[in-house]
C-alpha cells in the first residue's frame, strides 16, 4: 500500500536558518503530494501541494518539488522564523481513493 | 477563513463506554473524514463519508466505529465500547470536493483518553 516517510524530529535550528524536511513516498501511479502544518493547540493546515510530476508548491516562503524519480518532496525554506516552529507532516493522495495517506510528522523548534 | 469545528477538545472514559466525538464541518462542504493519532505514531486515515454513507474505510474502523451526520451540520463518531488503544486525538476533517487535489480542512482535534 501507499505509504510516506519523512524525517523524525525535533528539528531544532536558529532563526534565519536554512530549513529542510525530508519525506519520501511510495505509491503506485501518480500521487497528489501535500504538507500540512500544525502549529501547538491548532488542527492541521494544508501549507502546500503539487500535483504532477516536476510541480514545485510554494507558500509563507516554504516550498517542495514533486520528484518522481526519487519519490520524494522534501520541504524547505531558506530563512526560518520563530513563529514557524510546529510539526511538520508530509502526506500523499492517490488519484483512486479520497484518503490522504500521512508521515509521522516533523516537529521544527526555531529559537531567537 | 472558514473552519471545522470539534467538540470536546479532551474526552476523559472509562474501558468499555461509549464515546461520541462530534465535529461540525464546513458548511458548503459534501466529502467528511475521521483520521487519529495514537501518540507518537502517523496520522491514520479512519473513514470517509459522502452523501450519507461510507465512501472508504480502514481496517481501524471495525465495527465498534460508527459515523453518523444526524442533521445539515454535524457529523460524529461513535466507539461503541473503547479500549485502552484507542486513547488518541482524533480529526476530523472535510473538503467540498472529493478528487485527489482538493483541499481538506481539519479541525483541532478531540484528545480521547480511555482508563
Known amino acids: 500500500g501507499d505509504s510516506v516517510t519523512q524525517m523524525e524530529g525535533p528539528v531544532t535550528l536558529s532563526e534565519e536558518a536554512f530549513l529542510t524536511i525530508n519525506c519520501t513516498y511510495t505509491?503506485?501511479?501518480?500521487?497528489?503530494l501535500f504538507w500540512y502544518v500544525q502549529y501547538p493547540g491548532e488542527g492541521l493546515q494544508l501549507l502546500l501541494k503539487?500535483?504532477?510530476?516536476?510541480d514545485k508548491g510554494s507558500n509563507k516562503g516554504f516550498e517542495a518539488t514533486y520528484r518522481k524519480e526519487t519519490t520524494s518532496f522534501h520541504l524547505e525554506k531558506g530563512s526560518v522564523q520563530v513563529s514557524d516552529s510546529a510539526v511538520y507532516f508530509c502526506?500523499?493522495?492517490?488519484?483512486?481513493?479520497?484518503?490522504?495517506?500521512f508521515g509521522g510528522g516533523t516537529r521544527l523548534m526555531v529559537k531567537p | 477563513e472558514p473552519e471545522v469545528t470539534q467538540t470536546p477538545s479532551h474526552q476523559v472514559t472509562q474501558m468499555g463506554q461509549e464515546v461520541i466525538l462530534r465535529c461540525v464541518p464546513i458548511?458548503?462542504?459534501?466529502?467528511f473524514y475521521w483520521y487519529r493519532q495514537i501518540l507518537g505514531q502517523k496520522v491514520e486515515f479512519l473513514v470517509s463519508?459522502?452523501?450519507?454513507?461510507?465512501?472508504?474505510k480502514s481496517e481501524i474502523f471495525d465495527d465498534q466505529f460508527s459515523v453518523e451526520r444526524p442533521d445539515g451540520s454535524n457529523f460524529t463518531l461513535k466507539i461503541r465500547s473503547t479500549k485502552l488503544e484507542d486513547s488518541a486525538m482524533y480529526f476530523c476533517?472535510?473538503?467540498?470536493?472529493?478528487?485527489?487535489?482538493?483541499?481538506?480542512?481539519f479541525g483541532s482535534g478531540t484528545q480521547l483518553s480511555v482508563l
Open positions: 458548511s458548503n462542504h459534501l466529502y
Open positions: 505509491a503506485t501511479g501518480y500521487p497528489s
Open positions: 476533517a472535510s473538503s467540498d470536493g472529493a478528487v485527489a487535489n482538493e483541499k481538506l480542512f
Open positions: 463519508f459522502y452523501n450519507n454513507e461510507i465512501s472508504e
Open positions: 503539487a500535483t504532477k510530476a516536476d
Open positions: 502526506a500523499l493522495r492517490d488519484n483512486a481513493g479520497n484518503m490522504l495517506t
